[in-house]
T-cell receptor, first 118, second 112 residues
């Protein structure tokens, strides 16, 4: 299957700092990537859809000024959590859509980034 | 009605038994369907995709799709303790983004 990487795998930061998370598709080009957040024992929550070369589409309730997404190339999307606070502590997971024929595109997930804000 | 509903868990089966996971969805437009497995503390891992009505087998896993009934299932034969995880059903959606819509998942425990 296709491989998606994320960096860093975990990060601890002080309240008020910004954190950047990178998501890369290693063996395919992904015109669309997705960012999810997951709190303990809860479902995945889609935060935004990231399209290469255009602005991200954010889900309702997700602050676009706080969660900055950049999809500058077909293999890289970044999520920056600006002015992070303890309530932003969560497991952030990206996925990349590998193209298939017709409607057979498949999403592959990165390993996730565990963010802890002190 | 939730967009994706999965059988409520947790589900426990003895080692070697068949685990049956069910999922119904409301989006009639979806043409692709996925099952992901998520171990505790890890990200989801794709285990099966299915696009046509009927059965699709891959090793110990069999996915079944019935678009008319808006139903998709996953059978795990000869369940192993390593299969213990949360299983997520996800219709592929429609439109240009084709976002996945996840159910809340079914937690499976295979007892040795």
């Amino acid at each position: 299957g296709a491989v998606v990487s994320q960096h860093p795998s975990w990060v601890i930061c002080k309240s008020g700092t910004s954190v950047k998370i990178e998501c890369r598709s290693l063996d395919f080009q992904a015109t669309t990537m997705f960012w999810y957040r997951q709190f303990p024992k809860q479902s995945l929550m889609l935060m935004a859809t990231s399209n290469e070369g255009s602005k991200a589409t954010y889900e309702q309730g997700v602050e676009k000024d706080k969660f900055l997404i950049n999809h500058a190339s077909l293999t890289l999307s970044t999520l920056t959590v600006t002015s992070a606070h303890p309530e932003d502590s969560s497991f952030y997971i990206c996925s990349a859509r590998a193209p298939g024929r017709g409607s057979t595109d498949t999403q592959y997930f990165g390993p996730g980034t565990r963010l802890t804000v002190l | 009605q939730k967009e994706v509903e999965q059988n409520s868990g947790p589900l426990s089966v003895p080692e070697g038994a068949i685990a049956s996971l069910n999922c119904t969805y409301s989006d009639r437009v979806s043409q692709s369907f996925f099952w992901y497995r998520q171990y505790s503390g890890k990200s989801p891992e794709l285990i099966m995709s299915i696009y046509s009505n009927g059965d699709k087998e891959d090793g110990r896993f069999t996915a079944q799709l019935n678009k008319a009934s808006q139903y998709v299932s996953l059978l795990i034969r000869d369940s192993q303790p390593s299969d213990s995880a949360t299983y997520l059903c996800a219709p592929g959606g429609s439109g240009s983004a084709r976002q996945l819509t996840f159910g809340s998942g079914t937690q499976l425990t295979v007892l040795p």
